[in-house]
């Protein structure tokens, strides 16, 4: 695929990391298929106003997860009325779970690069959880996708590359928070984030009378990170082929003559 300007491409798909260019992880794992998003568009009026709504959530999930951090860090907070419920359900999570942060400072938002396969991101936080060191990853969306397998194997393998031996991890979590007001008859569920009310589920002939706004967490432990790490690889081989066009052109990417 091209793009008109290279230095567009390369700060929406990579980072600079010790005098390389290499593509983010979350860029790589945008090459997967989303039939969800898909169906999502489809049902909307028009493809503007899609992206639309779509920012007005980015922008409320952007909220939720920097007070999450704030927290995480030990900060005390006053959260927006906007997202306290979903912050209480960060509050209830926590308090279920023996969670610690060795370094906040170097273990919130790290920035970590694979050497050996040269791509670089950010994950959320480095925590220990009952005793266990791991990856954990903050999600404010209505499910726990595919991608967030490769994306959290990604993180994992690129930390214990350059990890101290004493600090490698073993463990990769996903903790969503979100909120909405709940049918107290049929069970259909009404969310706001997107600026625009939103029901599903439930029975759809239900008058509806809904309940306070609440917020819940799913905490969801993933294993198999052998095999999710070698779908990432695949899926950055993947991305590699089809943006090989740009990547030619960025002289200081480390793959850059397996393209020449």
């Not at 990604?154 to 903790?175: D, G």
């Not at 049929?186 to 008058?207: L, M």
Request: aromatic share 12%.
């Amino acid at each position: 695929m091209q793009y008109n300007n290279i230095d567009w491409f390369k700060s929406k798909h990579g980072h600079e990391v010790g005098g390389f260019w290499v593509p983010r992880v979350t860029a790589i794992t945008d090459i997967i298929n989303k039939p969800a998003l898909l169906k999502y568009y489809a049902q909307q009026e028009s493809f503007e106003a899609a992206q639309a709504l779509l920012r007005n959530s980015a922008n409320w999930g952007t909220k939720t997860h920097a007070a999450v951090e704030q927290l995480l860090k030990g900060e005390e907070i006053e959260p927006d009325a906007q997202i306290a419920p979903s912050i209480q359900a960060f509050h209830d999570w926590f308090s279920q779970y023996n969670v610690s942060i060795l370094d906040p400072d170097q273990d919130i938002e790290r920035m970590i690069f694979d050497p050996e396969n040269y791509y670089s991101g950010r994950m959320d936080a480095l925590v220990e959880i009952n005793g266990e060191l791991g990856i954990l990853d903050i999600k404010t969306g209505t499910g726990i996708w595919e991608e967030y397998y490769l994306q959290t194997a990604a993180y994992l393998n690129a930390y214990n590359k350059t990890a101290p031996s004493q600090r490698i991890a073993n463990k990769r979590w996903i903790l969503r928070i979100e909120q909405y007001k709940e049918c107290v008859s049929c069970g259909a569920k009404k969310r706001g984030k997107s600026g625009t009310d939103v029901i599903k589920g439930g029975n759809p002939y239900c008058t509806h009378q809904f309940s306070p706004e609440k917020g819940i967490f799913e905490f969801k432990d993933l294993e198999d990170n052998e095999n999710d790490i070698k779908a990432f690889l695949n899926a950055q081989e993947l991305w590699e082929w089809y943006n090989q066009d740009n990547l030619r052109k960025i002289k200081n990417y480390p793959k850059k003559l397996k393209y020449e």
